[in-house]
Antibody, heavy 119, light 111 residues
Framework: QPQLVQSGPEAKTPGGSVKLSCTAS????????ITWVRQAPGQGLQWLGW????????HYAQTLQGRITLTTDLSTTTAYLELRGLRFDDTAVYYC????????????WGQGSRVTVSS | QPALTQPSSVSGPPGQRVTISCAGN?????????VHWYQQFPGAAPKVLIY???IRPSGVPDRFFGSKSGTSASLAITGLQPEDEADYYC???????????FGGGTKLTVL
């Protein structure tokens, strides 16, 4: 069964950066992309970006361009999201999910990583 | 403002049929990009309910139906049950944004 396991909660200060991990198992990692989605407290889902572990192709949400970097490590079947210049409104639960291409359905999802930005 | 528009809430008594709409435009749903629907319970990650407009993954009850027409999509739930109370999100791809997009989400209350 495909499964994604995400890193633990993070507490950061404004202006800092955070790097989250998402480790895949149960399927051929390069065969599927990884989508990242976040959900601010009490809010809806926001698509952040997608990366192909196979060739490194990336799509980023325009709202985060310049602050977000998605990477993967084939040797550990792990995807990473780095977000820089953290702001209070980056406080959210960040999810990774498997998706063949950016327009494809995302499944399964990781359990989420909570990021709190406060001073 | 989400690229896809959903009602913020819908409700119905047990056994009733409810529909959740997802309105897009010519850059996303109207461009024939597939629509996916997710169900999310409080404190949990979203789960796929419908993918590629109208396909139910194994394990999803056949009370859930997805459809698409023009620039909109809909999720219909028949025979409403208390355990259906959750948040529901639609998702599609937007060519003008070159990114996937979600609707704002709909909270379903079973009265």
């Amino acid at each position: 069964q495909p499964q994604l396991v995400q890193s633990g909660p993070e507490a950061k200060t404004p202006g800092g950066s955070v790097k989250l991990s998402c480790t895949a198992s149960g399927y051929t990692f390069p065969a599927y992309g990884i989508t990242w989605v976040r959900q601010a407290p009490g809010q809806g889902l926001q698509w952040l970006g997608w990366i192909s572990p196979h060739n490194g192709n990336r799509h980023y949400a325009q709202t985060l361009q310049g602050r977000i970097t998605l990477t993967t490590d084939l040797s550990t079947t792990t995807a990473y999201l780095e977000l820089r210049g953290l702001r209070f409104d980056d406080t959210a639960v960040y999810y990774c999910a498997r998706a063949k291409v950016p327009s494809a359905v995302s499944a399964p999802w990781g359990q989420g990583s909570r990021v709190t930005v406060s001073s | 403002q989400p690229a896809l528009t959903q009602p913020s809430s819908v409700s119905g008594p047990p056994g009733q049929r409810v529909t959740i709409s997802c309105a897009g435009n010519s850059s996303n749903i109207g461009a024939d990009y597939r629509v996916h629907w997710y169900q999310q319970f409080p404190g949990a990650a979203p789960k796929v309910l419908i993918y590629d407009d109208d396909i139910r993954p194994s394990g999803v009850p056949d009370r859930f139906f997805g459809s698409k027409s023009g620039t909109s999509a809909s999720l219909a739930i028949t025979g409403l049950q208390p355990e259906d109370e959750a948040d529901y999100y639609c998702q599609s791809f937007d060519s003008s944004l070159s990114s996937s997009v979600f609707g704002g989400g709909t909270k379903l209350t079973v009265l």
